[in-house]
């Protein structure tokens, strides 16, 4: 099961044979990373004993085009607006001209960016006028600081010279007069019509402006239509709520509340909008639990693993189409009435049995939660359960939907296809969305799109769709341009911009405008003009208060109590043979991201691919057909095939394939193009995630799979801790424990150095990371990190100073899964020092372990000595001869390295320079608190503390004094400033009454 081209996989059966008698002879707990340590197989071993696996012999053809292509655009990406951007002077802290700007201080904006619609709340970090840095927004009353990888990379989009710069008329470069005297015409036309086959296809909308000035759209012309397309969608669960209240409605998970969580195939820690509010609602849950107030337990039924089942305190394997029985059988068990108890295996039957009982011991504090891909009947089913155990109004709370509705509803897509199909549609426009790639298969948007007489494509690509389009015309990101949107709990943010649009752009709100014919309008004024209608005469002091904050204080919608008008229940399906679901892309979504090399090289949890997606197989699959990680399997399913590279995945339902979104494209910018398989051409219609009935035939080629997961091992044990949750009292460590474990050390032949206060060290929590990879994208954001592409990832030279490592405990069936972020350890006793020759690695005052990148001859010694293998090394000049503007459109309180140097985590130590200076300025001590780090800042469960470890009272040495508290590699005597605590588990039986 080779992650790599170049030697021959490992054959299944031997491989599982190796597994067998391993976990057969193994004695006490054992973590592993993959099934190529679990067998030890030759290429695992490879790159254990290697010290220097990117030094062997490249197994692959190097495209030395494809590497210079990606080292351009990432260059590329950082600065094309350093000469030519302008900050806004209209968007709010810059009250006066942009010339009172100090450089090297940098300003903050309030702001957002959106994902299918919804507001991502952030603040902007810009220096001299560009956009440098997104973070959260920690005043937000939702997300309260919490980002996620999307909202990290967005930053990169706004850079990216794929973007549209002009318009284009039947593929030739256009000007924007030629583009408004067209438009002004049809308009004219379609005026005449009352709108008369004009269509409007969009995105989901939050927008109140977009939404207001389409409703003027709509009210000038009465017979043209609006309608939404969006791939990743929550349609079945507003029929489901259709169903049962009369009603589409938006849940809300409040689980902060919900000390038991029982999950029927819902991700809900998974990739996209809700991923970071619903990370620090369960994480403020599990904090409490951790300090003895009430309980905290997920119970987990799915068929691939998912980054909620990763954390699941009991994860039930089950095939897909035998969630529903699951479903019915806790329905039943807890006592709804017409609720059938299908038959079940004796692990559905024992798996049932702990979440009934776990709901009944917790009335009033538990939730079950119900997949959005799921059938509309079992969600359905969901919200009945729910009413049962007295969760609404508790843990589930309910509102109007926040997405705008289409007149059409769930179906709008579809409509409009059958209406462009017939000849009904004269003048198409589509905007911020890309149907030809993005529509199921038995949806014939391409062919239809053929009859309509004007296409009209507005987004930031020249992508699938602009290209059978007559007209497309680019729009301005969202960073430089003016608009408001709502977040996933209904909260407004008001969009201002960072800096003026560099490129020969348009904002989107003036695209609106312009297709009805007005030429003149300012994005910033409508705008205004929406809150001015809403705020009146007090509307200048609040629009300041707005854009100060980056939201609409108490704008959410409030919360409704709906009656159930439904109670019936619908006989749950039964299907056997090969399932095929569907998922989003962890990285790339459904495509929209596959310019961006931040996320393209970010690995996926789990399988740590990158640049590209994989067909996950079960280990029993795997095995009966002989498939190998990288061997090309043909998938077939309703007359349609697709070909993709297979990765055997622990923890996978044997009868259940996994595909995943936003590959295959042939349009997507220099980047994205021809990467992975397109699952969108097996995706069938009517919102559907799955196929049953699919076959899958290795086709003996094997692919290429650019993965992670085995590089950057550590050769040792233990890296993975657990206690018992029986054993966690007392919940906290007394005030005056030593801070850093210092009493606890093994004695040395070094001298031992005494620390002056402040003195650095963080603590992260394994028992709160969910391995979602925002603190990933953030480390990459903040220390310009370089991309190196597919083929040099591929070889272990991937240059992330920050990695999450992905471990896996007991059968390969149905494995336990942890997530444990891996930076440097900076430690007091550091092999990396003594090893360097040219004093390169030094340890600086403050405790921190820093290499000094002049002095740095590239030797790699210090990586060779390194046990935690956290160290980077330069292979090729990303940065050497850059334009001026290149360099100053990156970080500029980070150097950027060149060739032949060794790189590592530091700590953000431009961040504690940044507060010793002030805290020196303002003549007081730096506070507790008051440094945050990259991936600090950015997780979304606040697993990550920094601080100074020598003030017994700061918050990182109360983490350390915990009984959890432990290092990696204790044994090799290094003293980490980098400790963990250990995951919380249960063992024993369960408490009735809960743990508090």
């Given at each position: 099961?080779?992650?790599?081209?170049?030697?021959?996989?490992?054959?299944t059966?031997e491989?599982?044979?190796?597994?067998?008698a391993?976990?057969?002879?193994?004695?006490?707990?054992?973590?592993?990373?993959?099934?190529?340590?679990?067998?030890?197989?030759?290429?695992?071993?490879?790159?254990?004993?290697?010290?220097?696996?990117?030094?062997?012999?490249?197994?692959?053809?190097?495209?030395?085009?494809s590497l210079?292509?990606?080292?351009?655009?990432?260059l590329?990406?950082a600065?094309?607006?350093?000469?030519?951007?302008?900050?806004?002077?209209?968007?709010?802290?810059?009250?006066?001209?942009?010339?009172?700007?100090?450089?090297?201080?940098?300003?903050?904006?309030?702001?957002?960016?959106?994902?299918?619609?919804?507001?991502?709340?952030?603040?902007?970090?810009?220096?001299?006028?560009?956009?440098?840095?997104?973070?959260?927004?920690?005043?937000?009353?939702?997300?309260?600081?919490?980002?996620?990888?999307?909202?990290?990379?967005?930053?990169?989009t706004?850079?990216?010279?794929?973007?549209?710069?002009?318009?284009?008329?039947?593929?030739?470069?256009?000007?924007?007069?030629?583009?408004?005297?067209?438009?002004?015409?049809?308009?004219?036309?379609?005026?005449?019509?009352?709108?008369e086959?004009?269509?409007?296809?969009?995105?989901?909308?939050?927008?109140?402006?977009?939404?207001?000035?389409?409703?003027?759209?709509?009210?000038?012309?009465?017979n043209?239509?609006?309608?939404?397309?969006?791939?990743?969608?929550?349609d079945?669960?507003?029929?489901?709520?259709?169903?049962?209240?009369?009603?589409?409605?938006d849940?809300?998970?409040?689980?902060?509340?919900?000390?038991?969580?029982?999950?029927?195939?819902d991700?809900f820690?998974?990739?996209?909008?809700?991923?970071?509010?619903?990370a620090?609602?369960?994480?403020?849950?599990?904090q409490?639990?951790?300090?003895?107030?009430?309980?905290?337990?997920?119970?987990?039924?799915?068929?691939?693993?998912?980054l909620?089942?990763?954390?699941?305190?009991?994860?039930?394997?089950?095939?897909?189409l035998?969630?529903e029985?699951?479903?019915h059988?806790?329905?039943?068990?807890?006592?709804?009435?017409?609720?059938?108890?299908p038959?079940?295996?004796?692990?559905?039957?024992?798996?049932?049995?702990?979440?009934?009982?776990?709901?009944?011991?917790?009335?009033?504090?538990?939730?079950?939660?119900?997949?959005p891909?799921?059938?509309s009947?079992?969600?359905a089913?969901?919200?009945?359960?729910?009413?049962?155990?007295?969760a609404?109004?508790?843990?589930?709370?309910?509102?109007?939907?926040?997405?705008?509705?289409?007149p059409?509803?769930?179906?709008?897509?579809?409509k409009?296809?059958?209406?462009?199909?017939?000849?009904?549609?004269?003048?198409?426009?589509?905007?911020?969305?890309?149907?030809v790639?993005?529509s199921?298969?038995d949806?014939?948007?391409?062919?239809?799109?053929?009859?309509?007489?004007?296409?009209?494509?507005?987004?930031?690509?020249?992508?699938?769709?602009?290209?059978?389009?007559?007209?497309?015309?680019?729009?301005?990101?969202?960073?430089?341009?003016?608009g408001?949107?709502?977040?996933?709990?209904?909260?407004?943010?008001?969009?201002?911009?960072?800096?003026?649009?560099?490129?020969?752009?348009?904002?989107?709100?003036?695209?609106?405008?312009?297709?009805?014919?007005?030429?003149?309008?300012?994005?910033?004024?409508?705008?205004?003009?929406?809150?001015?209608?809403?705020?009146g005469?007090?509307?200048?002091a609040?629009?300041?208060?707005?854009l100060?904050r980056g939201?609409?204080?108490?704008?959410?919608?409030?919360?409704?109590?709906?009656?159930?008008?439904?109670?019936?229940i619908?006989?749950?399906?039964?299907?056997?043979?090969?399932?095929?679901?569907?998922?989003?892309?962890?990285?790339?979504?459904?495509?929209?991201?596959?310019?961006?090399?931040?996320?393209?090289?970010?690995?996926?949890?789990?399988?740590?691919?990158?640049?590209?997606?994989?067909?996950?197989?079960?280990?029993?699959?795997?095995?009966?057909?002989?498939?190998?990680?990288?061997?090309?399997?043909?998938?077939e399913?309703?007359?349609?095939a697709?070909?993709?590279?297979?990765?055997?995945?622990p923890?996978?339902?044997?009868?259940?394939?996994?595909?995943?979104?936003?590959?295959?494209?042939s349009?997507?910018?220099?980047?994205?193009?021809?990467?992975?398989?397109?699952?969108?051409?097996?995706?069938?219609?009517?919102?559907?995630?799955l196929?049953?009935?699919?076959?899958v035939t290795?086709?003996?080629?094997?692919?290429?799979?650019?993965?992670?997961?085995?590089?950057?091992?550590m050769?040792?044990?233990?890296?993975?801790?657990?206690?018992d949750?029986?054993?966690?009292?007392?919940?906290?460590?007394?005030?005056?424990?030593?801070?850093?474990?210092q009493?606890?050390?093994?004695?040395?032949?070094?001298p031992?150095?005494?620390?002056?206060?402040?003195?650095?060290?963080?603590s992260?929590?394994?028992?709160?990371?969910?391995g979602?990879?925002?603190?990933?994208?953030a480390?990459?954001?903040?220390?310009?990190?370089?991309?190196?592409?597919?083929?040099q990832?591929?070889?272990?030279?991937?240059?992330?100073?920050?990695?999450?490592?992905?471990y896996?405990?007991?059968?390969?069936?149905?494995?336990?899964?942890?997530?444990?972020?891996?930076?440097?350890?900076?430690?007091?006793?550091?092999?990396?020092?003594?090893?360097?020759?040219?004093?390169?690695?030094?340890?600086?005052?403050?405790?921190?372990?820093?290499?000094?990148?002049?002095?740095?001859?590239?030797?790699?010694?210090?990586?060779?000595?390194?046990?935690?293998?956290?160290?980077?090394?330069?292979?090729?000049d990303?940065?050497?001869?850059?334009?001026?503007?290149?360099r100053a459109?990156?970080?500029?309180?980070?150097?950027?390295?060149?060739?032949?140097?060794?790189?590592?985590?530091?700590?953000?130590?431009?961040?504690?320079?940044?507060?010793?200076i002030?805290?020196?300025?303002?003549?007081?001590?730096i506070?507790?608190?008051?440094?945050?780090?990259?991936?600090?800042?950015?997780?979304?469960?606040?697993?990550?503390?920094?601080?100074?470890v020598t003030?017994?009272?700061?918050?990182?040495?109360?983490?350390?004094?915990?009984?959890?508290?432990y290092?990696?590699?204790?044994?090799?005597?290094?003293?980490?400033?980098?400790?963990?605590?250990?995951?919380?588990?249960?063992s024993?039986?369960?408490d009735e009454?809960?743990?508090g």
């Open positions: 099961m080779s992650q790599m081209t170049g030697m021959a996989p490992t054959t059966a491989t599982a044979e190796k597994i067998r391993r976990l057969c002879d193994k004695r006490g707990r054992a973590f592993w990373r993959s099934l190529d340590e679990l067998a030890e197989t030759a290429e695992f071993r490879r790159f254990l004993e290697s010290e220097f696996p990117a030094l062997a012999s490249p197994p692959i053809g190097i495209d030395r085009r210079l292509k990606c080292m351009s655009v990432a590329a990406f600065g094309l607006t350093a000469c030519t951007g302008e900050p806004d002077e209209e968007a709010l802290p810059y009250v006066n001209e942009p010339e009172s700007v100090v450089p090297g201080r940098p300003k903050w904006y309030a702001t957002a960016v959106t994902l299918n619609g919804f507001a991502l709340p952030a603040l902007g970090k810009t220096h001299v006028g560009r956009p440098t840095k997104l973070e959260g927004n920690p005043d937000h009353p939702a997300t309260h600081g919490a980002t996620d990888p999307f909202l990290q990379a967005s930053l990169l706004l850079y990216d010279p794929d973007r549209s710069q002009s318009p284009r008329h039947f593929g030739h470069p256009a000007s924007w007069s030629a583009f408004e005297a067209e438009i002004v015409a049809r308009a004219s036309e379609t005026a005449r019509r009352e709108g086959g004009f269509r409007l296809l969009t995105g989901a909308i939050t927008s109140p402006t977009l939404l207001r000035r389409i409703g003027s759209l709509l009210e000038q012309w009465p043209a239509r609006w309608h939404v397309h969006e791939p990743v969608n929550g079945l669960a507003y029929e489901a709520t259709s169903r049962v209240f009369g009603r589409p409605l849940r809300h998970l409040m689980l902060e509340g919900a000390e038991i969580v029982v999950s029927l195939d991700d820690f998974g990739p996209g909008p809700r991923q970071a509010i619903h620090r609602r369960w994480a403020a849950r599990r409490a639990f951790q300090k003895g107030e009430g309980d905290c337990r997920l119970f987990v039924a799915e068929a691939t693993p998912s909620t089942g990763a954390m699941a305190d009991e994860r039930l394997v089950t095939a897909t035998r969630i029985a699951v479903g059988a806790v329905a039943a068990r807890l006592g709804l009435k017409s609720a059938s108890a038959e079940l295996s004796a692990s559905e039957r024992h798996w049932v049995e702990r979440a009934v009982a776990a709901i009944r011991s917790h009335p009033g504090r538990a939730l079950v939660t119900v997949g891909q799921c059938p009947e079992l969600q089913l969901g919200l009945l359960v729910n009413e049962h155990i007295g609404f109004s508790a843990t589930l709370r309910f509102t109007e939907p926040i997405a705008a509705m289409p059409d509803g769930t179906r709008s897509f579809e409009l296809t059958q209406d462009m199909a017939a000849g009904r549609v004269a003048t198409l426009a589509v905007i911020e969305s890309n149907p790639y993005t199921p298969s949806v014939d948007f391409r062919a239809a799109m053929e009859n309509v007489p004007l296409r009209i494509h507005a987004g930031l690509h020249y992508d699938e769709t602009a290209i059978l389009s007559h007209w497309h015309v680019p729009l301005a990101h969202e960073l430089e341009s003016w408001d949107a709502r977040a996933v709990d209904g909260t407004a943010s008001v969009l201002q911009p960072l800096i003026r649009p560099f490129r020969d752009v348009r904002p989107l709100l003036a695209l609106v405008d312009n297709l009805t014919g007005v030429l003149t309008s300012s994005d910033r004024e409508t705008v205004r003009q929406t809150w001015r209608t809403d705020w005469e007090n509307f200048e609040r629009w300041r208060e707005t100060l939201f609409v204080a108490e704008s959410a919608p409030p919360f409704v109590t709906p009656e159930v008008r439904d109670r019936g619908a006989t749950p399906r039964h299907f056997e043979g090969l399932t095929v679901v569907f998922r989003p892309d962890p990285t790339i979504w459904d495509g929209r991201f596959g310019d961006n090399p931040w996320l393209q090289e970010t690995p996926k949890p789990f399988t740590k691919a990158t640049w590209g997606n994989v067909v996950l197989v079960s280990p029993a699959l795997a095995e009966a057909h002989g498939i190998g990680n990288g061997d090309e399997l043909r998938i399913a309703n007359g349609r697709i070909t993709g590279p297979a990765w055997v995945m923890g996978q339902e044997t009868n259940t394939l996994t595909l995943t979104f936003g590959y295959g494209r349009r997507t910018g220099s980047l994205g193009d021809g990467l992975g398989y397109d699952a969108y051409r097996l995706r069938p219609g009517d919102s559907s995630w196929i049953a009935g699919a076959t290795p086709t003996g080629e094997h692919l290429n799979v650019a993965s992670t997961q085995l590089h950057q091992a050769d040792g044990f233990d890296f993975i801790r657990t206690v949750f029986a054993d966690l009292e007392p919940r906290t460590a007394p005030a005056d424990q030593s801070p850093a474990g009493d606890a050390r093994a004695p040395t032949f070094y031992v150095r005494q620390w002056d206060s402040p003195s650095w060290g963080m992260i929590d394994v028992d709160l990371c969910i979602c990879n925002a603190c990933v994208v480390c990459v954001a903040e220390n310009n990190i370089a991309m190196v592409g597919k083929d990832v591929a070889e272990g030279r991937e240059m992330h100073w920050l990695r999450v490592d992905h896996y405990e007991g059968d390969p069936a149905a494995p336990k899964f942890y997530s444990q972020p891996v930076p440097c350890m900076h430690c007091e006793q550091a092999p990396c020092e003594m090893g360097c020759p040219v004093n390169a690695a030094v340890h600086s005052f403050d405790g921190l372990n820093l290499q000094v990148y002049n002095r740095c001859i590239g030797t790699r010694t210090c990586s060779s000595y390194c046990p935690y293998k956290v160290r980077r090394f330069n292979w090729f990303l940065t050497g001869g850059d334009a001026e503007e290149l459109a990156r970080n500029p309180d980070v150097t950027v390295r060149g060739r032949g140097v060794m790189e590592k985590c530091t700590y953000c130590v431009q961040r504690i320079s940044e507060a010793r002030a805290a020196k300025i303002e003549g007081r001590p506070q507790d608190g008051e440094i945050r780090t990259a991936c600090q800042q950015a997780c979304p469960t606040q697993a990550i503390t920094f601080g100074d003030d017994a009272q700061s918050a990182v040495s109360r983490k350390k004094a915990s009984p959890r508290n290092t990696l590699l204790e044994e090799a005597n290094t003293w980490p400033r980098t400790s963990y605590l250990a995951r919380i588990e249960r024993g039986p369960d009454d809960g743990p």
